[in-house]
């Protein structure tokens, strides 16, 4: 089959097309803790091939009857597939839009026997759909009858086919939005912003990446509860949103959606962020922390929040820090680790639950390369090449096949060798990336933020779905972002407020591509 015997069919077709309009509902999730009732979208779809809606999701689908074979020519990128089928009963189909099919009955007649039942649709990949997700129509008139498919897509990601997916070199994500750096250092945000996170200077909630405003250009950044946080190259950190605890640094209590510069003389090599808390090390590997301190996080022997940063307590020199959950830990350059704060559930790692207020040392004889902090758990990869983990464990979170909590690091099962390790200031999950980029999680997932398409919790290792190569993973509450070598990130689970920067407030139990403005 050639090219050219494709294009005619489209335009043919197109030509026998009548055009109507089509209103397609499907439902929008419900964000449990900041929605109080249920939405519903609405989508009109005109049956034209050459006016494809913005909102189309963009996945293609084939369409086939159960006994027929079909084909299809794609290789135009951004072109509608054409689909043509071999049989007695449809003759041919066309994509009018992403989520359109309208297919020929062959001499324009319907035969008496025709149900729905024979007709399936597979996503490119060749798995099934259900047909809860496909709305069929008979379409009939004097000179043409045709079968009407409509593929719902509710939980598809939303992108047009004009438009280029942004491009990132840098991933952060927050309890219930994120950011990304594209490759000039310009941050870009995405979904909860009722304190101003976003740093657009509004307090609106964005489906898609929006500019921070003020012309920053940063090289890394850290992301809390409701607070983001820039480290500039001069070494410089800017913060802005929530400021409730004084987590913003410069001085006050006073909440700002635009970037605002961290009070003192401080020049700083690295920050973390998690809660209300943030930290961040010198270039003479000195740590200081501001910010919520009602678990003693700030590591300098108070309980005292600060607007300003304090010095961490005992003069230690550490090469990497990390914040989750109301509880701090740190890296010597020997490979021991120090941690403070909540300890609840022994996420400190000293074997108690007692917590602490300046660094104690974790009780093991594990050389640490990395720690990563979550919900009061822990973990940690090993020089060994290990990966341990150790506190709460009621999802499964330990990744030890258990339940169970621990005070002290225990081995998370499977042979994985995970060079890079991540968790959520409060998702009770655990996802970690091997050296050739392929992704597990484990650990809590109501939401589908494991990405393993189930919502099913796993206290084991388990398999991110799609095949995908992540540079890097950050997990926010409940939802989990992956930063692809390409630039590009992609999200899931829960999806309430936009977070998974799909232009959707749907769920999603596997990654979503974050689209472009």
């Keep these: 089959m050639n090219y050219l015997s494709i294009i005619l069919i489209f335009f043919l077709a197109l030509a026998c097309s009548n055009k109507r309009e089509l209103d397609s509902v499907s439902p929008a999730s419900v964000d449990q803790e900041h929605q109080d009732s249920s939405t519903e979208n609405e ?11 913005s909102n189309a999701p963009n996945i293609d689908i084939n369409i086939a009857t159960t006994d027929e074979i079909f084909d299809y020519d794609t290789s135009e990128e951004g072109s509608l597939p054409v689909i043509l089928i071999t049989g007695s009963v449809l003759q041919s189909c066309t994509f009018m839009t992403k989520v359109m099919a309208t297919c020929s009955f062959k001499d324009n007649i319907v035969p008496d026997d025709f149900t729905f039942d024979s007709v399936f649709v597979t996503l490119r990949d060749g798995k099934s759909i259900s047909n809860t997700d496909v709305d069929f129509r008979i379409i009939e008139s004097e000179s043409l009858s045709k079968l009407e498919v409509i593929y719902l897509a509710a939980d ?9 997916p942004m491009k990132f070199n840098f991933l952060a994500k927050g309890d219930q ?13 995405w979904g909860l912003n009722q304190h101003g996170q976003l740093g657009d200077e509004t307090a609106t909630n964005s489906l898609v990446p929006i500019a921070v405003k003020g012309e920053h250009l940063f090289t890394s950044l850290a992301l809390g509860m409701a607070s983001s946080c820039g480290l500039k190259s001069d070494k410089t950190v800017f913060c802005w949103g929530l400021n409730a605890h004084g987590q913003l640094g410069d001085g006050t209590t006073t909440d700002s959606s635009t970037p605002v510069q961290v009070t003192g003389e401080h020049l700083f090599t690295t920050i973390s962020m998690s809660g209300s808390t943030i930290c961040g090390l010198t270039k003479d590997d000195l740590a200081y922390c501001w910010g919520h301190n009602a678990f003693g996080q700030l590591g300098d022997g108070t309980i005292a929040s600060s607007s300003i940063p304090v010095s961490v307590a005992g003069g230690h020199r550490f ?33 108690t639950t007692t917590n602490r207020s300046v660094p104690m040392l974790v009780t093991s004889d594990h050389v640490f390369s990395s720690l990563s902090l979550g919900q009061r758990t822990t973990c940690g990869l090993t020089a060994e090449e290990g990966t341990y983990c150790w506190g709460l464990n009621s999802h499964g979170q330990l990744g030890d096949g258990t339940t169970i909590d621990s005070s002290t690091p225990i081995a998370v099962l499977g042979d994985h060798v995970f060079s890079k390790i991540y968790q959520g200031s409060k998702g009770r999950s655990s996802c970690g990336v091997t050296s050739d980029g392929s992704a597990y999680c ?6 589908g933020q494991l990405g393993d398409g189930t919502i099913t919790d796993s206290s084991t290792p388990i398999s991110i779905s799609g095949d995908h190569i992540f540079s890097a993973i950050s997990l926010g509450e409940r939802s989990s972002c ?9 999200c899931w689970g829960r999806n309430g407020v936009g977070q998974l920067g799909n232009n959707t407030t749907v769920d999603s139990s596997v990654p979503t591509q974050v689209v472009s403005p």
């Excluded at 939005?177 to 945000?189: P, V, W």
């Excluded at 484990?442 to 939401?447: A, M, P, T």
């Design 319 to 351: 090469s990497s820090i990390f914040l989750g959950g109301g509880s701090s830990c740190a890296l010597k350059s020997d490979g021991s680790a120090q941690c403070w704060g909540l300890n609840s559930h022994g996420q400190l790692g000293d074997g």
């Design 156 to 164: 598809a990601p939303i992108l047009s086919p004009e438009t280029e």
């Design 442 to 447: 484990w650990g809590l997932n109501n939401y």
């Design 43 to 53: 989508a009109n779809v005109e049956d034209n091939s050459s006016d494809i809606p």
């Design 482 to 490: 992956g930063l692809k070598s390409d630039g590009t990130i992609f």
């Design 177 to 189: 939005h994120a950011c990304g750096l594209n490759t000039e250092g310009a941050a870009f945000c």
